[in-house]
């Protein structure tokens, strides 16, 4: 079964709002990684978080790992139309030799 | 510097028909993992390869699936007798070290079974 979960599978927001994608995890992952997938391309690695707590920012895109590494969220600040595509996380449960379980994703929409 | 390779990028085939996907890693990787996504959903394990070896299959179907990667050449996934229900994007990631971290992913294979 889904072992990653993914909320929203959807959001459409105005240019210039703000957007959050949550993802849960029913165990404890080594590490959780962001990918963003444009409609019809691949996914495209973001970023990875390791630490217990960890916040990494790259310019408008806020991310956080929980503190009991199960959770994970992307905000991104004032999107723009260039942020349109689908972003997935994805977990690696440490046991697995680099098996990633991947979210649903979250479609964004931005209309602008 | 080239990317993950991926051939063909779109291919249909005829319920019953064999599909061969192909995916050839960045240089200096020799760990390839496959993923399918089917539409509206996120990407699902099916098997990490080496050079020679399969390391984990679990996450492919037993019957009429089956993947390679060869000393030479590019890593293979076979689908035989393909039925509706593979259609799919089959994508292809590698790796330099055989962990999660950054796996670069080909531009996908498009599979469609009429």
């Known amino acids: 079964g889904q072992q990653v979960m993914q909320i929203p599978q959807y959001q459409h927001v105005q240019e210039g709002e703000d957007f959050t994608t949550y993802c849960n995890s029913s165990t404890t992952l080594s590490n959780i990684q962001w990918y963003k997938q444009r409609p019809g391309g691949h996914p495209v690695f973001l970023i990875q978080l390791v630490k217990s707590g960890e916040v990494k920012k790259q310019k408008r895109l806020t991310f956080q790992f929980g503190e009991a590494k199960k959770n994970s969220s992307l905000h991104i600040t004032a999107t723009q139309t260039t942020d349109v595509g689908t972003y997935f996380c994805a977990g690696d449960r440490g046991s697995t030799l680099g098996r990633l379980y991947f979210g649903r994703g979250t479609q964004l929409t931005v209309w602008p | 510097n080239a990317g993950v390779m991926q051939n063909p990028r779109h291919l249909v085939r005829r319920r019953g028909q064999e599909a061969r996907l192909r995916c050839s890693p960045m240089?200096?990787?020799?760990?390839v993992y496959w993923y399918r996504q089917l539409p509206e959903e996120g990407l699902k394990f099916m098997v990490y390869?080496?050079?020679?070896?399969?390391?984990?299959e679990s996450g492919m179907p037993k019957e009429r699936f089956s993947a390679e990667f060869p000393k030479e050449g590019p890593s293979i996934l076979r689908i035989q007798q393909v039925v509706r229900g593979d259609s799919a994007a089959y994508f292809c990631?590698?790796?330099?070290?055989?962990?999660?971290?950054?796996?670069?992913f080909g531009p996908g294979t498009r599979l469609t079974v009429t």
């Open positions: 240089k200096g990787h020799s760990h």
């Open positions: 990631a590698s790796s330099q070290t055989g962990t999660s971290y950054e796996q670069y």
């Open positions: 390869l080496q050079k020679e070896n399969i390391i984990d």
